[in-house]
């Protein structure tokens, strides 16, 4: 998947970005673990995932402690083998996400 014009996600909580990221692989049935968050969501939207003065490699540092937040929150969560999936809040919220960028909309 080719990712999303700067325009369409820029005003979405890095949150968000990261939960519809998850969603992107599970739907892909790639294993959700740190590594493929991180390159789906960096692939996806390149610019929030990016190295503020280097844009074309993708920082770690923006989605560890949000994924912890969104574990600790209950929105996903994480098995015995590292691997995150959504939790029912979590496929809640990502519906809406899902509808967004369906359609191209800013909404936020």
Same mark, same amino acid.
């Given at each position: 998947?080719?990712?999303?014009?700067?325009?369409?996600?820029?005003?979405?909580?890095?949150?968000?970005?990261? %939960?519809?990221?998850?969603?992107?692989? @599970?739907?892909?049935?790639?294993?959700?673990?740190?590594?493929?968050?991180?390159?789906?969501?960096? %692939? %996806?939207?390149?610019?929030?995932?990016?190295?503020?003065?280097? @844009?074309?490699?993708?920082?770690?540092?923006?989605?560890?402690?949000?994924?912890?937040? %969104?574990?600790?929150?209950?929105?996903?969560?994480?098995?015995?083998?590292?691997?995150?999936?959504?939790?029912?809040?979590?496929?809640?919220?990502?519906?809406?996400?899902?509808?967004?960028?369906?359609?191209?909309?800013?909404?936020?």
């Amino acid at each position: 998947m080719k990712g999303f014009k700067k325009e369409i996600y820029q005003n979405i909580d890095i949150n968000k970005l990261i %939960l519809y990221g998850l969603f992107s692989l @599970l739907n892909k049935k790639e294993k959700c673990i740190f590594e493929n968050i991180l390159q789906e969501c960096f %692939l %996806l939207f390149p610019e929030a995932f990016s190295f503020s003065l280097i @844009l074309k490699w993708p920082d770690a540092r923006k989605i560890d402690r949000p994924l912890r937040s %969104l574990r600790q929150k209950g929105i996903i969560k994480k098995d015995s083998n590292n691997c995150f999936s959504l939790s029912k809040q979590g496929e809640k919220e990502v519906q809406e996400l899902v509808k967004i960028f369906k359609q191209g909309q800013l909404r936020f």
